[in-house]
């Protein structure tokens, strides 16, 4: 079934996509506009809700966590093997997404996104003003991955701490980290053409937040 762009605009008029790379606060983002806007957060793998639907043959990336031998083949893949599985996650789960949003927006409600969507998709679906693009420098996103307090990323570390060798199997996820915020990662996202902010040192959570508010029009 084919449903026409403009009808999928119209649909998410409401909803506000923020993508980009690691530990540039994407996640925060989105929880924070949907307190302060009484809007529905849709934080990473919002799509887990069609989980139990996948199968390793059409989603066989999404499916990854059920064939694998174990935690230590996840850690120790090759940055190469790390990195085309993100790629085959974002894709697989894009439609997903889209799935989870028509759902969504139902009511009136604001929606912010923290998606996998691909920019050209966004391009399709939304407006500039409801899409926005939060960068985190390579030597930031991969040595600060592990100093977020969320579940996922500390299960990984407990389990890169069991390996026969942590240090190794540190070094090994640190360039798997690398190459999937690599700086041709980086430079597609910062020349997409969509509105983008860069974290730093310097940066903010309001400070963000009100580059957020001004470019979605949120006032």
């Known amino acids: 079934m084919y449903i026409p762009n403009?009808?999928?605009k119209s649909m998410f008029k409401n909803v506000y996509f923020i993508t980009g790379t690691a530990y540039a606060g994407k996640s925060t983002a989105v929880?924070?506009?949907?307190?302060?806007?009484d809007g529905i957060c849709c934080g990473e793998n919002f799509h887990d809700i069609f989980m139990k639907h996948i199968d390793k043959e059409h989603q066989p990336n999404l499916s990854y966590f059920d064939t694998m031998n174990d935690w230590q083949e996840f850690i120790n893949r090759t940055p190469v093997e790390y990195s085309n599985w993100i790629d085959g996650c974002s894709k697989e789960a894009e439609s997903l997404e889209?799935?989870?949003l028509f759902q969504l927006v139902a009511g009136d409600k604001k929606v912010f996104v923290d998606t996998n969507i691909s920019l050209q998709t966004l391009q399709d679906i939304s407006y500039y003003q409801h899409i926005a693009v939060m960068l985190c420098p390579q030597?930031?996103?991969v040595d600060r991955f592990f100093d977020r307090s969320d579940p996922e990323k500390q299960f990984i570390l407990e389990q890169i701490n069991k390996s026969d060798n942590p240090e190794k199997s540190m070094e090994n996820y640190r360039k798997c980290l690398a190459k999937i915020n690599s700086k041709e990662v980086y430079e597609r996202y910062a020349n997409s053409g969509f509105y983008t902010i860069v974290r730093d040192d310097n940066s903010t959570i309001e400070n963000?937040?009100?580059k957020l508010i001004e470019h979605f029009g949120l006032k």
Do not use: D, G, H, P
């Not at 929880?31 to 806007?37: G, V």
């Open 31 to 37: 929880k924070l506009l949907a307190e302060r806007y």
């Open 6 to 8: 403009n009808i999928i």
């Open 139 to 141: 030597s930031m996103s």
């Open 208 to 210: 963000t937040l009100q």
């Open 98 to 100: 889209i799935i989870r």
